[in-house]
Protein backbone atom coordinates (compact mmCIF):
# COMPACT_ATOMS: atom_id res chain seq x y z
CA UNK A 1 0.00 0.00 0.00
CA UNK A 2 1.55 3.62 -0.44
CA UNK A 3 1.07 5.78 2.01
CA UNK A 4 2.10 9.10 1.32
CA UNK A 5 3.05 11.59 -1.99
CA UNK A 6 6.30 10.91 -1.42
CA UNK A 7 6.33 7.13 -2.02
CA UNK A 8 3.49 7.67 -4.65
CA UNK A 9 5.82 9.62 -6.96
CA UNK A 10 8.66 6.72 -6.36
CA UNK A 11 6.44 4.03 -7.29
CA UNK A 12 4.73 6.05 -10.56
CA UNK A 13 8.61 6.56 -11.87
CA UNK A 14 9.39 2.84 -11.22
CA UNK A 15 6.10 1.69 -12.50
CA UNK A 16 7.29 4.05 -15.88
CA UNK A 17 10.38 2.52 -15.98
CA UNK A 18 8.99 -1.00 -16.13
CA UNK A 19 6.52 -0.12 -19.11
CA UNK A 20 9.34 1.46 -21.11
CA UNK A 21 11.26 -2.20 -20.15
CA UNK A 22 8.06 -3.97 -21.35
CA UNK A 23 7.52 -2.10 -24.54
CA UNK A 24 11.25 -2.20 -25.74
CA UNK A 25 11.92 -2.47 -29.27
CA UNK A 26 13.84 -6.16 -28.63
CA UNK A 27 10.77 -7.11 -26.77
CA UNK A 28 8.47 -6.03 -29.39
CA UNK A 29 10.70 -7.60 -31.97
CA UNK A 30 10.93 -10.95 -30.64
CA UNK A 31 9.60 -13.08 -33.19
CA UNK A 32 9.71 -16.05 -31.23
CA UNK A 33 10.41 -15.66 -27.85
CA UNK A 34 12.05 -17.83 -25.81
CA UNK A 35 10.75 -19.60 -22.87
CA UNK A 36 12.76 -18.08 -20.63
CA UNK A 37 12.40 -14.82 -22.06
CA UNK A 38 8.50 -15.41 -21.98
CA UNK A 39 9.19 -15.91 -18.06
CA UNK A 40 10.48 -12.40 -17.94
CA UNK A 41 8.36 -10.94 -19.64
CA UNK A 42 5.62 -11.88 -17.84
CA UNK A 43 7.17 -11.11 -14.68
CA UNK A 44 7.68 -7.65 -16.02
CA UNK A 45 4.00 -7.35 -16.61
CA UNK A 46 3.02 -9.00 -13.36
CA UNK A 47 5.03 -6.53 -11.82
CA UNK A 48 3.83 -3.28 -13.67
CA UNK A 49 0.03 -4.70 -13.46
CA UNK A 50 0.75 -4.42 -9.08
CA UNK A 51 2.24 -1.69 -8.84
CA UNK A 52 -0.63 0.18 -10.99
CA UNK A 53 -2.82 -1.33 -8.58
CA UNK A 54 -1.23 0.05 -5.93
CA UNK A 55 -1.48 3.71 -7.92
CA UNK A 56 -4.72 3.83 -8.71
CA UNK A 57 -6.03 2.86 -5.13
CA UNK A 58 -3.80 5.81 -3.65
CA UNK A 59 -5.43 7.90 -6.24
CA UNK A 60 -9.14 6.94 -6.13
CA UNK A 61 -8.75 7.13 -2.10
CA UNK A 62 -7.04 11.24 -2.43
CA UNK A 63 -9.81 12.33 -4.70
CA UNK A 64 -12.28 11.46 -2.42
CA UNK A 65 -13.57 8.03 -4.90
CA UNK A 66 -13.58 6.12 -1.63
CA UNK A 67 -15.96 7.38 0.87
CA UNK A 68 -16.83 3.09 2.07
CA UNK A 69 -15.18 0.42 3.54
CA UNK A 70 -15.89 -3.04 3.51
CA UNK A 71 -13.83 -5.27 6.61
CA UNK A 72 -14.44 -8.36 7.84
CA UNK A 73 -13.56 -7.23 11.48
CA UNK A 74 -11.20 -5.06 14.07
CA UNK A 75 -8.25 -6.50 12.19
CA UNK A 76 -8.35 -4.84 9.48
CA UNK A 77 -8.34 -1.24 11.06
CA UNK A 78 -5.07 -0.69 10.80
CA UNK A 79 -5.25 -0.60 6.86
CA UNK A 80 -8.46 1.25 7.32
CA UNK A 81 -7.01 4.27 9.13
CA UNK A 82 -4.15 4.47 6.22
CA UNK A 83 -6.86 4.70 3.93
CA UNK A 84 -8.72 7.28 5.72
CA UNK A 85 -5.47 9.55 6.72
CA UNK A 86 -5.03 9.09 2.67
CA UNK A 87 -9.28 9.94 2.06
CA UNK A 88 -8.28 13.15 4.30
CA UNK A 89 -5.45 14.69 2.37
CA UNK A 90 -3.71 14.72 6.09
CA UNK A 91 0.04 14.12 6.04
CA UNK A 92 1.95 12.04 8.02
CA UNK A 93 3.50 14.95 9.54
CA UNK A 94 -0.49 16.64 10.24
CA UNK A 95 -1.49 13.55 11.80
CA UNK A 96 1.66 13.35 14.02
CA UNK A 97 1.03 17.13 15.00
CA UNK A 98 -2.70 16.56 15.90
CA UNK A 99 -1.47 13.38 18.23
CA UNK A 100 1.35 15.53 19.48
CA UNK A 101 3.73 12.61 18.28
CA UNK A 102 6.83 13.39 16.07
CA UNK A 103 6.06 12.64 12.58
CA UNK A 104 8.87 9.54 12.74
CA UNK A 105 6.25 7.92 15.44
CA UNK A 106 2.96 7.88 12.63
CA UNK A 107 5.41 6.70 10.61
CA UNK A 108 6.08 3.47 12.05
CA UNK A 109 2.46 3.08 13.03
CA UNK A 110 1.81 2.95 9.31
CA UNK A 111 5.09 0.53 8.51
CA UNK A 112 4.14 -1.94 11.14
CA UNK A 113 0.33 -1.89 10.34
CA UNK A 114 0.16 -0.85 14.16
CA UNK A 115 1.82 -3.31 15.62
CA UNK A 116 1.73 -2.73 19.60
CA UNK A 117 -0.22 -0.15 19.21
CA UNK A 118 -3.02 0.18 21.84
CA UNK A 119 -6.72 -0.34 20.99
CA UNK A 120 -7.68 3.24 22.91
CA UNK A 121 -4.92 5.05 20.84
CA UNK A 122 -6.05 3.53 17.56
CA UNK A 123 -9.82 4.51 18.23
CA UNK A 124 -8.32 8.17 18.98
CA UNK A 125 -6.93 8.27 15.60
CA UNK A 126 -10.10 7.03 13.99
CA UNK A 127 -11.98 9.98 15.61
CA UNK A 128 -9.23 12.27 14.50
CA UNK A 129 -9.70 11.19 10.77
CA UNK A 130 -13.52 11.01 11.11
CA UNK A 131 -14.15 7.38 10.38
CA UNK A 132 -17.32 6.21 11.57
CA UNK A 133 -17.42 2.67 12.46
CA UNK A 134 -20.98 0.53 12.39
CA UNK A 135 -21.12 -1.29 15.26
CA UNK A 136 -22.35 -4.73 14.55
CA UNK A 137 -21.33 -7.59 16.89
CA UNK A 138 -21.20 -10.99 15.08
CA UNK A 139 -20.81 -14.08 17.54
CA UNK A 140 -20.01 -16.03 14.40
CA UNK A 141 -18.99 -19.74 16.52
CA UNK A 142 -22.77 -20.69 17.48
CA UNK A 143 -23.66 -19.63 13.87
CA UNK A 144 -20.85 -22.02 12.04
CA UNK A 145 -22.45 -24.89 14.26
CA UNK A 146 -25.97 -24.00 12.86
CA UNK A 147 -24.58 -23.77 9.26
CA UNK A 148 -22.45 -27.02 9.36
CA UNK A 149 -24.93 -29.10 11.21
CA UNK A 150 -27.68 -28.44 8.27
CA UNK A 151 -25.27 -28.87 5.59
CA UNK A 152 -24.17 -32.65 7.73
CA UNK A 153 -27.69 -33.13 7.40
CA UNK A 154 -28.13 -32.55 3.56
CA UNK A 155 -25.35 -35.20 3.24
CA UNK A 156 -22.17 -32.58 3.18
CA UNK A 157 -20.09 -34.69 5.97
CA UNK A 158 -17.42 -32.92 8.13
CA UNK A 159 -14.53 -34.09 6.53
CA UNK A 160 -16.12 -32.95 2.89
CA UNK A 161 -16.33 -29.29 4.45
CA UNK A 162 -12.66 -29.38 6.53
CA UNK A 163 -10.89 -30.94 2.98
CA UNK A 164 -12.41 -28.62 0.69
CA UNK A 165 -11.75 -25.51 2.90
CA UNK A 166 -15.32 -24.67 3.75
CA UNK A 167 -14.55 -24.82 7.64
CA UNK A 168 -11.22 -24.83 9.12
CA UNK A 169 -11.44 -27.31 12.34
CA UNK A 170 -10.93 -31.30 12.17
CA UNK A 171 -12.53 -33.71 10.59
CA UNK A 172 -12.58 -35.97 13.32
CA UNK A 173 -15.60 -32.95 15.11
CA UNK A 174 -13.73 -30.79 17.31
CA UNK A 175 -14.30 -27.51 17.20
CA UNK A 176 -13.97 -24.73 14.83
CA UNK A 177 -10.44 -23.00 14.82
CA UNK A 178 -10.84 -19.89 13.26
CA UNK A 179 -15.21 -19.19 13.29
CA UNK A 180 -14.72 -16.25 11.65
CA UNK A 181 -12.99 -17.13 8.65
CA UNK A 182 -15.51 -20.16 8.06
CA UNK A 183 -18.12 -18.05 8.48
CA UNK A 184 -17.01 -15.73 5.84
CA UNK A 185 -16.53 -19.02 4.09
CA UNK A 186 -20.02 -20.67 4.91
CA UNK A 187 -21.26 -16.89 3.64
CA UNK A 188 -19.76 -16.46 0.60
CA UNK A 189 -20.31 -20.40 -0.74
CA UNK A 190 -24.19 -20.83 0.35
CA UNK A 191 -25.16 -17.07 0.12
CA UNK A 192 -26.70 -17.34 3.89
CA UNK A 193 -27.41 -13.44 5.16
CA UNK A 194 -26.44 -13.39 8.94
CA UNK A 195 -30.50 -12.82 9.79
CA UNK A 196 -30.53 -16.29 7.81
CA UNK A 197 -28.03 -17.69 10.28
CA UNK A 198 -29.71 -16.71 13.23
CA UNK A 199 -33.62 -17.54 11.93
CA UNK A 200 -35.02 -20.63 13.34
CA UNK A 201 -36.80 -21.23 9.82
CA UNK A 202 -34.65 -24.33 8.00
CA UNK A 203 -31.89 -23.01 5.54
CA UNK A 204 -32.44 -23.12 2.04
CA UNK A 205 -29.59 -22.72 -0.65
CA UNK A 206 -30.87 -19.91 -3.13
CA UNK A 207 -30.23 -20.76 -7.03
CA UNK A 208 -28.35 -17.16 -6.96
CA UNK A 209 -25.79 -19.18 -4.89
CA UNK A 210 -25.27 -22.12 -7.77
CA UNK A 211 -25.52 -19.84 -10.61
CA UNK A 212 -29.18 -19.59 -11.52
CA UNK A 213 -29.16 -23.42 -13.08
CA UNK A 214 -30.84 -24.75 -15.53
CA UNK A 215 -31.89 -28.21 -14.13
CA UNK A 216 -34.65 -30.13 -12.78
CA UNK A 217 -33.96 -31.19 -9.31
CA UNK A 218 -34.94 -34.46 -8.19
CA UNK A 219 -37.64 -34.26 -4.71
CA UNK A 220 -36.36 -35.43 -1.66
CA UNK A 221 -33.74 -34.92 0.79
CA UNK A 222 -31.43 -35.31 -2.02
CA UNK A 223 -32.31 -32.19 -3.25
CA UNK A 224 -30.64 -30.22 0.00
CA UNK A 225 -27.26 -32.15 -1.00
CA UNK A 226 -27.66 -31.29 -4.82
CA UNK A 227 -28.10 -27.67 -4.18
CA UNK A 228 -25.72 -27.48 -1.17
CA UNK A 229 -22.85 -28.84 -3.80
CA UNK A 230 -23.55 -27.44 -6.67
CA UNK A 231 -23.36 -23.92 -4.62
CA UNK A 232 -20.12 -25.25 -3.33
CA UNK A 233 -19.31 -26.04 -6.98
CA UNK A 234 -19.98 -23.10 -8.65
CA UNK A 235 -17.40 -21.34 -6.49
CA UNK A 236 -14.83 -23.65 -7.04
CA UNK A 237 -15.94 -22.77 -11.11
CA UNK A 238 -16.19 -19.37 -9.80
CA UNK A 239 -12.43 -19.41 -8.98
CA UNK A 240 -11.45 -20.74 -12.04
CA UNK A 241 -12.83 -17.98 -14.24
CA UNK A 242 -10.77 -15.78 -12.25
CA UNK A 243 -7.97 -18.05 -12.91
CA UNK A 244 -8.48 -17.88 -16.55
CA UNK A 245 -8.94 -14.53 -16.79
CA UNK A 246 -5.90 -13.72 -19.07
CA UNK A 247 -6.67 -16.94 -21.24
CA UNK A 248 -7.18 -16.56 -24.74
CA UNK A 249 -10.63 -17.49 -25.94
CA UNK A 250 -12.50 -18.74 -28.96
CA UNK A 251 -15.72 -19.40 -30.52
CA UNK A 252 -17.03 -22.91 -29.58
CA UNK A 253 -18.19 -24.91 -32.16
CA UNK A 254 -21.82 -26.37 -32.09
CA UNK A 255 -20.99 -28.39 -35.48
CA UNK A 256 -20.02 -32.02 -34.43
CA UNK A 257 -17.83 -32.15 -37.55
CA UNK A 258 -16.05 -28.74 -36.71
CA UNK A 259 -15.59 -29.90 -33.35
CA UNK A 260 -13.51 -33.09 -34.85
CA UNK A 261 -11.76 -31.56 -37.02
CA UNK A 262 -10.21 -29.01 -34.50
CA UNK A 263 -9.57 -32.04 -32.20
CA UNK A 264 -8.06 -33.99 -35.11
CA UNK A 265 -5.63 -31.18 -35.53
CA UNK A 266 -3.92 -31.83 -32.40
CA UNK A 267 -3.71 -35.33 -32.65
CA UNK A 268 -6.25 -38.52 -32.54
CA UNK A 269 -9.36 -38.39 -30.62
CA UNK A 270 -8.03 -39.12 -27.08
CA UNK A 271 -9.55 -37.52 -23.79
CA UNK A 272 -6.26 -35.63 -23.55
CA UNK A 273 -6.98 -34.19 -27.24
CA UNK A 274 -10.50 -33.56 -26.05
CA UNK A 275 -9.45 -31.69 -22.99
CA UNK A 276 -6.47 -29.82 -24.53
CA UNK A 277 -9.11 -28.55 -27.43
CA UNK A 278 -11.39 -27.42 -25.13
CA UNK A 279 -8.35 -25.32 -23.23
CA UNK A 280 -7.41 -24.19 -26.65
CA UNK A 281 -11.21 -22.37 -26.93
CA UNK A 282 -11.08 -20.86 -23.03
CA UNK A 283 -13.25 -23.71 -21.59
CA UNK A 284 -11.34 -24.07 -18.16
CA UNK A 285 -12.02 -28.09 -17.87
CA UNK A 286 -12.13 -28.91 -14.14
CA UNK A 287 -12.25 -32.55 -12.24
CA UNK A 288 -14.61 -33.20 -9.54
CA UNK A 289 -14.71 -37.10 -7.92
CA UNK A 290 -17.12 -36.26 -5.51
CA UNK A 291 -19.89 -38.79 -5.24
CA UNK A 292 -23.69 -37.95 -6.06
CA UNK A 293 -24.54 -34.41 -6.49
CA UNK A 294 -24.37 -34.26 -10.25
CA UNK A 295 -23.21 -35.80 -13.36
CA UNK A 296 -21.46 -32.87 -14.87
CA UNK A 297 -21.76 -28.89 -15.03
CA UNK A 298 -21.28 -26.16 -16.80
CA UNK A 299 -20.94 -22.37 -16.23
CA UNK A 300 -20.42 -19.39 -17.78
CA UNK A 301 -19.38 -16.89 -15.83
CA UNK A 302 -18.57 -13.13 -16.38
CA UNK A 303 -18.08 -14.18 -20.24
CA UNK A 304 -15.54 -17.07 -18.97
CA UNK A 305 -17.09 -21.08 -19.93
CA UNK A 306 -16.29 -23.46 -17.12
CA UNK A 307 -17.10 -26.96 -17.15
CA UNK A 308 -16.64 -29.44 -14.67
CA UNK A 309 -16.39 -33.85 -15.18
CA UNK A 310 -17.60 -35.55 -12.02
CA UNK A 311 -17.58 -39.12 -12.84
CA UNK A 312 -16.81 -41.97 -11.10
CA UNK A 313 -15.92 -44.28 -13.83
CA UNK A 314 -12.42 -44.97 -15.14
CA UNK A 315 -13.95 -45.41 -19.04
CA UNK A 316 -11.92 -42.92 -21.36
CA UNK A 317 -14.98 -43.53 -23.61
CA UNK A 318 -17.45 -41.93 -21.18
CA UNK A 319 -15.42 -39.30 -20.15
CA UNK A 320 -14.63 -38.35 -23.61
CA UNK A 321 -18.54 -38.30 -24.41
CA UNK A 322 -19.05 -36.37 -21.04
CA UNK A 323 -16.32 -33.67 -21.73
CA UNK A 324 -17.70 -33.19 -25.08
CA UNK A 325 -21.27 -33.09 -23.82
CA UNK A 326 -20.50 -30.14 -21.69
CA UNK A 327 -18.63 -28.41 -24.62
CA UNK A 328 -21.79 -28.41 -26.52
CA UNK A 329 -23.56 -26.53 -23.63
CA UNK A 330 -21.05 -23.78 -23.54
CA UNK A 331 -21.53 -23.43 -27.19
CA UNK A 332 -25.39 -22.55 -26.85
CA UNK A 333 -26.35 -19.01 -26.54
CA UNK A 334 -22.91 -17.24 -26.75
CA UNK A 335 -24.08 -13.67 -26.62
CA UNK A 336 -24.99 -14.25 -22.68
CA UNK A 337 -22.01 -13.82 -20.29
CA UNK A 338 -23.85 -16.08 -18.26
CA UNK A 339 -25.04 -19.36 -18.73
CA UNK A 340 -25.05 -22.96 -16.41
CA UNK A 341 -26.71 -26.05 -16.89
CA UNK A 342 -26.23 -28.72 -14.36
CA UNK A 343 -26.77 -32.17 -15.20
CA UNK A 344 -28.33 -34.42 -13.11
CA UNK A 345 -28.50 -37.24 -14.96
CA UNK A 346 -26.29 -38.75 -17.40
CA UNK A 347 -25.79 -40.55 -20.82
CA UNK A 348 -27.37 -43.88 -19.17
CA UNK A 349 -30.88 -41.91 -17.88
CA UNK A 350 -32.88 -40.63 -20.28
CA UNK A 351 -34.01 -37.29 -20.37
CA UNK A 352 -36.54 -35.42 -22.88
CA UNK A 353 -35.12 -32.18 -22.48
CA UNK A 354 -33.91 -31.20 -25.93
CA UNK A 355 -30.58 -29.36 -25.26
CA UNK A 356 -29.46 -32.86 -23.62
CA UNK A 357 -30.62 -34.55 -26.25
CA UNK A 358 -28.53 -32.51 -28.95
CA UNK A 359 -25.62 -32.16 -26.36
CA UNK A 360 -25.43 -36.33 -26.26
CA UNK A 361 -26.17 -36.33 -30.09
CA UNK A 362 -23.09 -33.83 -30.80
CA UNK A 363 -20.76 -35.67 -28.24
CA UNK A 364 -21.96 -39.22 -30.23
CA UNK A 365 -20.76 -37.59 -33.35
CA UNK A 366 -17.62 -36.13 -32.83
CA UNK A 367 -16.01 -39.38 -31.66
CA UNK A 368 -17.87 -41.81 -34.12
CA UNK A 369 -16.72 -39.71 -37.21
CA UNK A 370 -20.37 -37.84 -37.65
CA UNK A 371 -21.98 -40.82 -38.25
CA UNK A 372 -23.58 -42.13 -35.45
CA UNK A 373 -26.66 -43.10 -36.16
CA UNK A 374 -25.91 -45.06 -39.40
CA UNK A 375 -23.30 -46.94 -37.53
CA UNK A 376 -25.77 -47.96 -34.84
CA UNK A 377 -28.16 -49.35 -37.70
CA UNK A 378 -25.11 -51.34 -38.97
CA UNK A 379 -24.68 -52.92 -35.92
CA UNK A 380 -28.62 -53.71 -36.16
CA UNK A 381 -28.51 -55.03 -39.37
CA UNK A 382 -25.25 -56.71 -38.33
CA UNK A 383 -26.82 -58.59 -35.17
CA UNK A 384 -30.08 -59.18 -37.88
CA UNK A 385 -31.89 -57.56 -34.60
CA UNK A 386 -30.97 -59.94 -32.43
CA UNK A 387 -30.15 -58.55 -29.09
CA UNK A 388 -27.69 -61.27 -28.04
CA UNK A 389 -25.67 -60.74 -31.03
CA UNK A 390 -24.95 -56.86 -30.66
CA UNK A 391 -21.71 -56.73 -28.53
CA UNK A 392 -20.15 -58.97 -31.16
CA UNK A 393 -21.52 -57.14 -33.65
CA UNK A 394 -20.75 -53.65 -32.18
CA UNK A 395 -17.12 -54.73 -32.16
CA UNK A 396 -16.89 -55.53 -35.64
CA UNK A 397 -18.93 -52.12 -36.97
CA UNK A 398 -16.48 -50.44 -34.44
CA UNK A 399 -13.19 -51.93 -36.74
CA UNK A 400 -14.84 -51.89 -40.03
CA UNK A 401 -14.93 -47.55 -39.77
CA UNK A 402 -11.75 -47.35 -36.95
CA UNK A 403 -13.94 -45.83 -34.11
CA UNK A 404 -13.98 -46.70 -31.17
CA UNK A 405 -15.85 -49.62 -29.79
CA UNK A 406 -16.73 -48.24 -26.44
CA UNK A 407 -18.33 -44.86 -28.33
CA UNK A 408 -20.30 -47.07 -30.32
CA UNK A 409 -21.64 -49.18 -27.71
CA UNK A 410 -22.78 -45.90 -25.63
CA UNK A 411 -24.37 -44.44 -28.60
CA UNK A 412 -25.83 -48.11 -29.05
CA UNK A 413 -27.05 -48.28 -25.55
CA UNK A 414 -28.29 -44.26 -25.43
CA UNK A 415 -30.28 -45.07 -28.86
CA UNK A 416 -32.32 -48.14 -27.49
CA UNK A 417 -32.83 -46.40 -24.35
CA UNK A 418 -34.68 -43.82 -26.21
CA UNK A 419 -36.47 -46.17 -28.26
CA UNK A 420 -37.74 -47.72 -25.14
CA UNK A 421 -36.66 -51.20 -25.47
CA UNK A 422 -37.58 -53.88 -23.40
CA UNK A 423 -33.71 -54.58 -22.47
CA UNK A 424 -31.00 -52.83 -20.32
CA UNK A 425 -27.87 -52.57 -22.56
CA UNK A 426 -26.43 -50.29 -20.35
CA UNK A 427 -23.86 -53.50 -18.73
CA UNK A 428 -23.01 -54.84 -21.85
CA UNK A 429 -21.88 -51.57 -23.41
CA UNK A 430 -19.58 -51.09 -19.99
CA UNK A 431 -17.47 -54.50 -21.01
CA UNK A 432 -16.41 -52.65 -24.43
CA UNK A 433 -15.43 -49.68 -22.70
CA UNK A 434 -11.72 -48.66 -22.95
CA UNK A 435 -10.54 -48.31 -19.03
CA UNK A 436 -7.73 -46.60 -17.51
CA UNK A 437 -7.25 -46.26 -13.53
CA UNK A 438 -6.19 -42.70 -12.61
CA UNK A 439 -7.98 -41.16 -16.00
CA UNK A 440 -8.73 -37.66 -14.57
CA UNK A 441 -5.15 -36.91 -13.37
CA UNK A 442 -4.13 -35.42 -16.89
CA UNK A 443 -7.28 -33.03 -16.43
CA UNK A 444 -6.19 -31.83 -13.03
CA UNK A 445 -2.51 -31.30 -13.73
CA UNK A 446 -3.19 -29.49 -16.89
CA UNK A 447 -5.78 -27.12 -14.60
CA UNK A 448 -2.97 -26.52 -11.95
CA UNK A 449 -0.68 -25.24 -15.17
CA UNK A 450 -3.26 -23.40 -17.24
CA UNK A 451 -5.12 -21.23 -14.28
CA UNK A 452 -2.95 -18.37 -12.52
CA UNK A 453 -4.27 -17.50 -9.08
CA UNK A 454 -4.97 -13.78 -8.94
CA UNK A 455 -3.04 -11.31 -6.25
CA UNK A 456 -4.24 -11.26 -3.09
CA UNK A 457 -6.90 -13.69 -1.11
CA UNK A 458 -9.61 -14.96 -3.17
CA UNK A 459 -12.52 -17.18 -1.55
CA UNK A 460 -12.88 -18.63 -4.78
CA UNK A 461 -9.54 -19.39 -5.87
CA UNK A 462 -8.81 -21.16 -2.37
CA UNK A 463 -11.60 -23.71 -3.02
CA UNK A 464 -10.61 -23.95 -6.50
CA UNK A 465 -7.27 -24.95 -5.38
CA UNK A 466 -8.05 -26.73 -2.30
CA UNK A 467 -10.25 -29.09 -4.50
CA UNK A 468 -7.69 -29.55 -7.50
CA UNK A 469 -5.15 -30.77 -4.50
CA UNK A 470 -7.92 -33.11 -3.07
CA UNK A 471 -7.83 -34.57 -6.87
CA UNK A 472 -4.20 -35.17 -6.06
CA UNK A 473 -4.83 -36.98 -3.24
Same mark, same amino acid.
Given at each position: ?????????????????????????????????????????????????????????????????????????????????????????????????????????????? /?????????? !?????????????????? %???? %?????????? +???????????????????????????????? !? %?? #?????????????????????????? %????? +????? @??????????????? +??????? @?????????????????????????????? @???????????????????????? !????????????????????????? #??????????????????????????????????????????????? /??????????? /?????????????????? #?????????????????????????????????????????? /???????????????????????????????
Amino acid at each position: MITNAREYQITKAQCARLVEALNSPAQASAVAPSPLSELERQALKSEVDLLSDHIRDYENLYEGRLAHLEVEGLGSLPSVLIKARIASRMTQKELAERLGVHMQQVQRYE /ASGYRAVSFE !RMLEIAQLLGVKIKQDVV %LAEP %LVRRATTALE +GWGLTRDFLVSRGIVSGSAAGEGVIDSVASFN !R %LQ #HIFGWSTKELESQPPLRVSAESMGRP %LFKLP +GGRRQ @DFVQAYSAYAFRVAS +GAAKCAA @DLPTAAVPTDAEDARRQILELGPITLQTVI @DWAWSLGIAVLPLRDRAGFHGAFW !RIEGRNVIVLKQQTSSLDRLMHDTL #HEVFHASQEPELASRSVIDTSDLTTSSKDPEEQEANMFASNVLLAGR /ANELAEEVARE /AGNHGPALKRATSIVARR #HGVSAGALANHLAWVLQQQAQPFDWWGTAQNLQTLQDGVLEY /ARDIAFVRLVPPRGSDIDAELLFTALRSEDQ
